[in-house]
């Protein structure tokens, strides 16, 4: 059994991947801003814990996360919003990272995106821009750090089932996933050694997952 903490609770692919990780026997504490939202991750199996990341320091994330054995960062902003897009996707992914450093939680999957990259060609006017800078800059500082990161890049997410079988692919061959696959792909990810340290980027396609992650 693992403590497994999940920051962004009751995003699509978290309420996806909580009951996998209760069904397995791991220990889930879903962290959401909203109490209202408390209800349906408790549903999952995982505790809620109540708490703005955004607007919570390094310290105070670190308290959040102390005891676990893994954090999932499966938060964002959702667009529209360039400040809020920097507050979250890049200042306070950045904080989680120093929280776990500093509370002695080893393993870091990030929830990312298949065209995440310091040269990500998105421009300035795309109204994507904001979101693919504040990716790049969380994702190399994840790099940077000594956590058993992983970072995984799904392609364009879709809400069809999932089929569990995925194909790794780069940045040149976006195409997409469903969001159930994504879940069952950061499940596995966090039993798979070969992950550590690595870019996972990946399309709905043939291989199983636990093949396709096993094959890095």
Sequence with gaps: MSRIAIIGGHGKVALLLAPLL?????EVTSVVRNP??????EATGASAVV???????????????AGHDAVVWSAGAGGGNPARTRAVDRDAA?????????????RYVMVSYLGARPDHGIAEDNPFFHYAEAKA?????????TLDWTILGPSALTLEPGTGRIDLADHTESGSVSREDVAAVVAAALREPRTVREFVGFNQG???????????
């Design 137 to 145: 800059a969380a994702d190399e500082h994840l790099r940077g750090t």
């Design 22 to 26: 209760v069904g397995r026997g791991d």
């Design 206 to 216: 043939q291989t199983p997952i636990a093949e396709a992650l096993a094959s890095l």
């Design 36 to 41: 209202e939202h408390a209800a349906d991750v």
């Design 94 to 106: 950045i904080r989680s990272m120093d929280a776990a450093s500093a509370a002695g939680v080893p």
């Design 51 to 65: 708490a703005d990341v955004e607007q919570l320091d390094t310290k105070a994330i670190a308290e959040l996360l």
